[in-house]
């Protein structure tokens, strides 16, 4: 069994608090995703998983076993770094064979079981070789290899991909996930790359200075993040300041900076006159011409009714400017002095340039708000 609970764990380094009060339950089999900013506590998390790093305060199980003061090697987890740490002047056999070697297995089996972990990367045929001339991401691969060689219960990676260009790292993210799939054992992965814990995780634990913010599968935090900071940190998004004009308790009208009124469907008490800030996601944001529509066109910066359904929002505004990025399209649209942008693909052809007059309209409730304090009110 090599479910992995933490209680309560606290580092603190000197003066300062690295980590606070993470408590969090990883199932056996399961990969976890700890993702966050540079400095908020990821890797000194997954230090004291691994026993390279002793708690302030909390406990750490892997199984059954309580193993917050077991030395490393009396905890069968295994750890690839960012940096790979290859043994220079060993073949990338011998690299492989490393850790079995420490176990004391004999050399015929562990030559045998590194030639396995080869394969499973798709490193056969490298085995003679030295790290210096391999690429970067056969570099990973024979880390990874390593690490698996063990057979430990659990893997722990700090950043192992984040050394390597867009592509391969992209690559190497659908094999990892192969081969967590295939292994079934547990997985903690550390990264500061969204995509990356998107594209792996079967959940996502989200750190902000030193604490545990939200744990929960990809798409619930994407679609119910708990606050601003995962809100903002999760991806692109306008966030625009407002007050409540007028609340029924299931909505409420939020007035914003730029004079747009903006409707919110709401879980939590909100009172008229507290501020807020609405997250408009650039893609729940439609994007339409008014040319020929009299009822909008010359309002820019003021809200719009529309036609098309209760619960839409609208807003006539002006494109500012026009990005293209790859596949996709950015209009930056000038509403009432607030520039809100937009995103679509290329091949929409929405046919929209710089100076168009535009109408933007989105449902009700796509709209995200937050309190002062962060938390999420929108439903
Ligand atoms: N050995 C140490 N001594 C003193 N401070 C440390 C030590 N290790 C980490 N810290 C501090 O603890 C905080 C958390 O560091 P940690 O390495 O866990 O962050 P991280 O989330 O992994 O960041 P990054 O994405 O940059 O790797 C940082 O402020 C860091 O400077
Ligand atoms: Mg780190």
Redesign the pocket.
Known sequence: MSRIELRELR?E??D?V??EDVSVTVQDGELLCLL????????????MIGGL?GPSDGDVYIGERQVTDSPAYDRNTSIVFQGWELFPHKTVLENVAFGLKMDGVGKDERRERAREMLARVHMDGYQDQNPAELSGGQKQRVALARSLAVDPDVILL??PLSNLDKRLREEMEIELKEIHEELKKTFIH?T?NQDEAFTLADRIGI?ND?ELVQVGPPTEVYQHPKNEFIEGFLGDTNFVGGRVEETDGDEVLVETESDVTVRVPVEDDVQEGDSLTVSLRPEILRIHPTDGDDSVSGQTGRSVAVADGEGSNAVVGQIERVLYRGSNARYFVDVGGTSVFVERSVADEVGLEQGDEVRLDWTADDVLAFHDDGARVST
Request: some cysteine; aromatic content about 4%.
């Open positions: 580092k380094f000197g300062l690295a980590v966050g900013p540079s400095g908020c506590g990821k890797s000194t998390t997954l230090r790093e700090d950043e550390v500061h750190m030193g």
